[in-house]
Every structure is written in C-alpha cells, then in structure tokens.
C-alpha cells in the first residue's frame, strides 16, 4: 500500500506543451506535403510532364515576342515568363488545400485544441519548392537563348528572388484557399484566374505602364509586381542597393495577404462551424 501511495505521488505527467507548436504544426504539414508530392509526381512525370509544359510556355510567350525584331522586349518577355512558372505552380495550394475538405479531414483540423491555419501553411510548400526549380530551370536554361545572360555574381540574387516570389505568392493562394474552403466547385476557376490576372496585370507580358491607374494601384498588392521588378533590376546589372524597395515591398504584401489568410478562415470556416455546434463541412 504504501508502495503504491509513493509511486503515484513521486509521478509527474511529462513536461510540454498542451498540443503541438506553429512550427511543429508547419512541419507535419510539410511531411505530408512531401508524400503528396510523391504521390503525384514522379520524376519523369514532373520532369517531362510538369516541367516541360512550363518551359513550353515560355519559349511561346517569348518567341511571340522574336515576331516585333526587338531584342529589348524578347529579354523583357523570357524574365516575366520564366519567373511566372513559379507562380502557376505556387498558385496549386488553391485546389490542394481544398482537397482537405473532400477527404473529410477538415472537420477533424478544427474540432482539434491546436490552430489549423498552421497545418495549412505547411500543407501545400511542396507547390512553392516545385515553382522554384521549374523557375530557376526556365532562368538558367532557356534565359541565354534569349539573350538574358547572367554572371556568377548574380546568381543568389536571382535564386533569393525567385524564392521569394513562389513564397510570397503562396500567401497570396493560402488567403484564395481560405476563401475556396467554403466554395470548393471553384477552387480550379479561382486559382486559374488568379495565376492569369497575375500575368497579365503584374508586369509579366506588359509593361505596368500600360493599364490603367486603379489597375497599377491593385497591381501593388500583388509581390509578383515587385520581385519581378527587382529581377528585372539585377538581369540589367543594377546594383545590390537597388532591388531593396521592391523586395522590401514584396516582403509587406505577402505578409498582409498571410495575415488575410489567417483572418479569413476563422471568419469563414472555423468560427462559424464551431458556434454551429457541428463539424458537417462536407461539400
């Protein structure tokens, strides 16, 4: 008896936290990621699939622009296009992230004690790293054939900025994805139109110039109007000091639009389920 008494008055429950941190959160949600990716690519079908299709495009979209003889607006073409692969693929966390409600385990991220706005954040990164080898691929390869060259001193400015567009635009399809959650017939529409607003109204094909005031006003909410600026700013050779206002501003949207994100789902998905008394979020 008294054995028993000191045993159970000597036990102490493990030290830790009540349920998982952000970070642990975000790298569950990674690992899953992975085996998602692993489960929809192989290494031939991304790479001759996926990755030539990106490529594909953007000799189109550049080799359209051969037809008007100038060399300025081939070069101006290959780097929007080519930093735009990233894009396309980044913008996938808009149909992905909805998945988690057809296979029914949204209910189960939000009946939980910890934040699934976390889990979402990790869920879909293998999109953003996808975008930034195809990208990075597109640059470096197919760039030289169209006069964009590039010196070795170059080379991580360019990488830090194609990172930064495919992470900055993944907050921008994490706030989309939220919204989608609560829609999920449009997740292809809306991630289709967002990716094509981008390149048309972001510098990509057009100067911004070209449009209107109010559309070079929205334009700005858009990080891809800034990286590609500031990638645009290091191909002509400028120097380091000069892609920091672009970066700087890049770095502010995408923050914003994670911070939408965040709002977005309480207000649209988590909240109201739960003051509903139910987790029926079936489609």
Same mark, same amino acid.
């Given at each position: 008896?008294?054995?028993?008494?000191?045993?159970?008055?000597?036990?102490?429950?493990?030290?830790?936290?009540?349920?998982?941190?952000?970070?642990?959160?975000?790298?569950?949600?990674?690992?899953?990621?992975?085996?998602?990716?692993?489960?929809?690519?192989?290494?031939?079908?991304?790479?001759?699939?996926?990755?030539?299709?990106?490529?594909?495009?953007?000799v189109f979209f550049t080799g359209l622009g051969r037809a008007l003889g100038d060399p300025a607006t081939v070069r101006y073409l290959a780097l929007g296009?080519?930093?735009?692969?990233?894009v396309i693929d980044t913008m996938a966390v808009v149909a992905s992230t909805s998945g988690e409600r057809r296979a029914g385990t949204l209910s189960l991220?939000?009946?939980?004690?910890?934040?699934?706005?976390?889990?979402?954040?990790?869920?879909?990164?293998?999109?953003?790293?996808?975008?930034?080898?195809?990208?990075?691929?597109?640059?470096?390869?197919?760039?030289?054939?169209?006069?964009?060259?590039? =010196?070795?001193?170059? %080379?991580?400015?360019?990488? #830090?900025?194609? *990172?930064?567009? &495919?992470?900055?635009?993944?907050? @921008?399809? !994490?706030?989309?994805?939220?919204?989608?959650?609560?829609?999920? =017939?449009?997740?292809? %529409?809306?991630?289709?139109? #967002?990716?094509? *607003?981008?390149? &048309?109204?972001?510098?990509?094909? @057009?100067? !911004?110039?070209?449009?209107?005031?109010?559309?070079?006003?929205a334009a700005q909410a858009v990080p891809l109007t800034h990286t590609l600026r500031a990638l645009r700013l290091v191909a002509e050779g400028a120097g380091?000091?000069?892609?920091?206002?672009?970066?700087?501003?890049?770095?502010?949207?995408?923050?914003?639009?994670?911070?939408?994100?965040?709002?977005?789902?309480?207000?649209?998905?988590?909240?109201?389920?739960?003051?509903?008394?139910?987790?029926?979020?079936?489609?």
């Amino acid at each position: 008896m008294s054995l028993t008494s000191s045993s159970s008055s000597s036990y102490a429950p493990p030290a830790g936290p009540a349920y998982p941190t952000a970070p642990l959160l975000v790298r569950y949600g990674l690992l899953n990621a992975l085996a998602d990716f692993r489960a929809t690519y192989s290494w031939r079908s991304w790479l001759f699939g996926w990755l030539g299709r990106m490529l594909a495009q953007v000799v189109f979209f550049t080799g359209l622009g051969r037809a008007l003889g100038d060399p300025a607006t081939v070069r101006y073409l290959a780097l929007g296009n080519a930093l735009m692969t990233c894009v396309i693929d980044t913008m996938a966390v808009v149909a992905s992230t909805s998945g988690e409600r057809r296979a029914g385990t949204l209910s189960l991220l939000i009946a939980g004690p910890a934040d699934p706005v976390w889990v979402f954040v990790g869920r879909s990164l293998h999109w953003p790293a996808s975008g930034v080898v195809t990208s990075l691929v597109a640059l470096f390869g197919l760039g030289p054939v169209f006069g964009v060259t590039w =010196r070795p001193a170059q %080379v991580p400015g360019v990488v #830090a900025l194609v *990172a930064l567009t &495919a992470l900055a635009t993944y907050c @921008v399809g !994490l706030f989309l994805a939220m919204i989608v959650l609560s829609v999920p =017939r449009l997740r292809n %529409v809306v991630s289709n139109c #967002a990716y094509l *607003a981008m390149m &048309a109204f972001c510098g990509v094909q @057009v100067p !911004l110039g070209y449009w209107p005031a109010p559309v070079r006003w929205a334009a700005q909410a858009v990080p891809l109007t800034h990286t590609l600026r500031a990638l645009r700013l290091v191909a002509e050779g400028a120097g380091w000091t000069a892609p920091l206002r672009p970066v700087t501003l890049a770095l502010l949207a995408a923050v914003a639009w994670l911070l939408a994100a965040f709002a977005t789902f309480r207000w649209l998905v988590a909240v109201p389920a739960r003051r509903a008394g139910t987790l029926d979020l079936s489609v």
